[in-house]
């Protein structure tokens, strides 16, 4: 049974790359598609833990994009014109970046206990690896997609 799950998750995960590397710009719900099954197989998931899990990493990770968003709204976006700002506002520009680095690593170890105690302090290790290997494998695929494009 758990082969053909994986055969499956594996299938799917397949599938779901091809269309999402045939398009010109990724949708966001089928990267959302790839990210599960990829998570899934990794982590090894039973239907319990998937159901109480990935509510809890969404969340996680809406209110970490929307920390990401402000990050690049007040900082980032002004930092194009860091040479013209006085040395009192870059002092206030750099002070509320690291507001936000607190507020991400705050962030952090509240959605990761909480992930710890849902799935196992294992798999959320487990976790953080997939995370890492899912954002290669995406910019390996695009590098690849980008040289194919100049050839």
Do not use: C, H
Not at 16 to 23: A, E, I, K, L, N
Not at 32 to 50: N, W, Y
Not at 142 to 151: I, L, M, T, V, W
Request: hydrophobic share 35%.
């Amino acid at each position: 049974m758990n082969k053909i799950l994986y055969i499956g998750l594996f299938l799917l995960m397949l599938m779901t790359s091809t269309v999402f590397y045939g398009q010109n710009k990724p949708d966001r719900s089928k990267l959302k598609a790839l990210k599960v099954a990829f998570f899934t197989e990794r982590l090894s998931l039973s239907a319990k833990e998937a159901e109480v899990f990935w509510p809890l990493y969404n969340e996680y990770e809406e209110k970490k994009e929307a920390l990401r968003e402000t990050e690049k709204k007040e900082i980032y976006e002004r930092l194009r014109s860091a040479e013209s700002i006085g040395e009192s506002e870059a002092q206030k520009l750099l002070e509320r970046y690291l507001e936000l680095e607190e507020q991400q690593e705050e962030l952090d170890k509240e959605y990761f206990s909480r992930i710890a105690r849902t799935i196992s302090a294992r798999k959320t290790l487990m976790m953080f690896r997939a995370e890492y290997e899912f954002r290669r494998q995406l910019i390996k695929r695009y590098s690849e997609k980008q040289a194919g494009r100049r050839n």
